[in-house]
């Protein structure tokens, strides 16, 4: 009985707030949303009974703003949000990769531009996702295909922000948001968490942007007895304002070298079947989920097909990608966008093997016939 009580029937959205919970997160700040309102819905009544902080906020550029000022303080804070919500909140989210700051931003993708399609999916947040604040910055981003996986990768996203001081961004899409699934709870206790390194300098000798080995600066409070500056400028190690080219170049490389050293920690693959695979298949989200039924049926014919799947987006894993070269002959690389994600793998296998791309833009999700249709052979 003890074990059925572990076991809930959740949806994709309500899997990430309780993994966030479960990860510690104690304040979240967002304004609804679609696909992603229910994230703040269960957020809102299992916040307060906790001892945390849930606050609607005017509009998502604040929302943002709101969990930089709550992590700053020492709380591992959260927002959700959609397509038009997650454009208002690039330049905070430039923000805080520019002042170091832990917090996860969730996209639940729905179809656009603009207020697009509200109410069904897509995956045309990724380069946005990379790219959408503007400036040279690193940054980190997961996908989930299904509820269960969705609640490890938002504590697996609090875990990397608070480990290299850094948003994370978790890309779920409406399907996977509205999808209902058994998922098992693991109490909160056995799970694996990070927080993040404090000083061990007196107040007087912190420095808040210390170029460290790892490239990541231990992180104090606000309130806990040190001063310390936070700009979006280029800085210092004090976090003062600097034109020194020399300090500017050292902090901004060093921004990139804390995630470039650990990308074999950060980037997570799923392989599925492609041990003797000659035909590849590179897919994430719930477009996996066909992919991987694609797979099976491919297999029931004699055609040697397997599926790559991407848990980490940001990096990319260009290096498991190439680890194929040489077996796999073909890849297909199928998502809701028009290639997005395909130009990276073209990128990664560098002319050595053809890529077939398999996109769709009008709301309906990608199918297991759609993709089997398009395999070789």
Known sequence: MAEEKKIKVLTGNEACAEG???????????YPITPSSEVAEVLAEELPRLGGVFIQMEDEIASMGAIIGASLAGTKAMTATSGPGFSLMQENIGFAAMAEVPCVVVNV?????????????AQADVMQARWGTHGDHAIIVLAPFSVAETFDLTVRAFNLSE?????????????????NERVTIVDPGSLEIFNRIVPSDPPDQYKPYRHTESGVPPMIA????YRFH?????????GFPTNSAAEIGRMLERHHRKVEQARDHIVQVDPFMMEDAEIGIVAYGSTARSARHAVRLARETGKRVGLLRLKTLWPFADEEIRSYIGQVKSWIVPEMNLGQMAHEVEWALAGSAPVTRLNKVNGDPISPPEIYQIIPG
Do not use: C, K, N
Not at 170 to 177: A, M, V
Not at 222 to 225: D, P, R
Not at 230 to 238: I, P
């Open 109 to 121: 993708m729905r179809g656009g531009p603009s207020t697009g399609l509200p109410t069904l999916p």
């Open 230 to 238: 936070v700009t979006g400028l280029a800085h210092d190690e004090t």
């Open 20 to 30: 966030a919970l479960a990860a510690g997160m104690r304040f979240y700040a967002g």
């Open 163 to 179: 480990q290299y001081r850094t948003p994370v961004i978790l890309l779920l899409d409406e399907i996977i948001g509205h999808v």
């Open 222 to 225: 606000y309130g806990e007895g």
